[in-house]
């Protein structure tokens, strides 16, 4: 499957010159929800993922999604996994989970994403998921953005991720765009003006 294509058929894959949410530019751009406005590609991907965590043999008692980015894409793998679906979101800041959700003693729960950039926030939402007795034991994402290390692949753990080394990350592809600060930027330099899409730049 090719994920990127995909990714560009959807335009969720962008080519131009953009302005991230850190300030910094590049030549691409990753809006993952766009991919998953079709849920028969949200299916087809999350399908694939699902694939990769039962060749794995780890079994997963619950898919969490950290806030709104990764709802769709956790809804899509826990129909997938067939398990429970629960998401946690912000409140003033802070991560938590409401709605009556439940999390028992001992259950397995994965943190799922659309995207992994550092997993920041899918630790915050690991953390929430501890705290009320839960076991963090794997992580996934549709697409990971190259900083942290996923099963079958060579990118390797850069210093800013956040995910922890013990637990596995399964993702569909790698998108390690270069980013450059304004002062460097080559598209800079040719005299284009970068443009900031979306709200966060993820
Ligand atoms: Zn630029």
């Known amino acids: 499957m090719d994920i990127k294509k995909i990714y560009m058929d959807s335009d969720a894959l962008l080519e131009g010159h953009f302005k991230l949410s850190s300030g910094n530019h590049s030549q691409f751009y990753l809006q993952s929800a766009k991919v998953l406005e079709d849920p028969k590609t949200a299916k087809l991907l999350a399908d694939a993922l699902a694939l990769q965590i039962k060749e794995s043999g ?10 709104l980015g990764g709802l769709i894409a956790g809804f899509a793998l826990a129909t997938a996994l067939d398990c429970r679906s629960i998401f946690a979101e912000r409140v003033n800041g802070e991560m938590s989970i409401r709605r009556g ?24 939402a690991a953390a929430v998921v501890e705290s009320l007795g839960g076991e963090v034991v794997a992580v996934a994402a549709l697409a990971n953005r190259g900083f942290c290390k996923r099963q079958n692949s060579d990118v390797t753990t850069k210093p800013n991720c956040r995910l922890p080394q013990n637990i596995p990350f399964f993702a569909l592809a790698d998108f390690t765009f270069e980013m450059y600060s304004p002062e460097d930027c080559p598209m800079c330099k040719n005299g284009s003006e970068a443009i900031k899409p979306g709200s966060r730049g993820n």
Do not use: H, Q
């Not at 780890?58 to 806030?67: E, F, M, N, S, W």
């Not at 959700?101 to 915050?124: Q, Y």
């Open 58 to 67: 780890i079994k997963i008692d619950t898919v969490c999604a950290p806030a």
């Open 101 to 124: 959700f439940e999390v028992k003693k001992g259950e397995r729960v994965l943190m799922c994403e659309d995207i992994i950039t550092t997993g920041g926030s899918a630790m915050e």
